[in-house]
């Protein structure tokens, strides 16, 4: 017997729609990076992409449990001296949650550029509208 590898150009990407309102962010991060990934589908092959798209609406309504609107930290370096800057979870899902789910999706998917290219499939709204409508995603839930 031989096992199936996928190959690049087989691949058949579907669009999908999650609705990130009431959603818990480090739960629907691993549900995005298991379809990014193209782990639910029979024709999964580690070293190809062959993942969907996702389009995520409501990201600025996804909840942070505990504490970690105050204790999470996001840290940037510009690579300078004092060049240090901490930003606590709370506050970037208030000025910038697109980057707050990007961020969770990423540390999830591999490091490498497979990785990079699957990330590129993700597509984050904050409010409800998205231009995506022309591929018809189909809304799934978690």
């Given amino acids: ?6 190959k690049k150009d087989e691949v ?3 669009w ?6 009431g959603k ?3 739960r629907l991060a691993a549900e995005i990076a298991h379809r990014l990934r193209g782990k639910h589908k029979p024709v999964y092959t580690p070293h190809t992409d062959t993942g969907d798209f996702i389009v995520v609406v409501n990201a600025a309504k996804v909840m942070l449990t505990g504490k970690k609107a105050t204790d999470k930290i996001y840290y940037s370096y510009s690579g300078y001296p004092g060049g ?3 930003t606590p979870a709370g506050k970037l899902l208030q000025t910038n949650p697109e980057e707050v789910l990007r ?3 990423k540390g999830m998917l591999p490091k490498n550029t497979l990785g990079r290219a699957m990330l590129k499939k993700l597509k984050i709204y904050a409010g ?10 189909k809304l799934l839930e978690l």
Wanted: glycine residues 6%.
């Fill in 103 to 105: 961020m969770a999706v």
């Fill in 24 to 26: 818990v962010l480090g």
């Fill in 1 to 6: 017997m031989k096992t199936y590898q996928a």
């Fill in 12 to 14: 058949v990407r579907d």
């Fill in 128 to 137: 409800n509208e998205h231009r995506h409508e022309a591929q018809n995603p």
């Fill in 84 to 86: 240090l800057r901490e």
């Fill in 16 to 21: 999908y729609l999650y609705d990130g309102e």
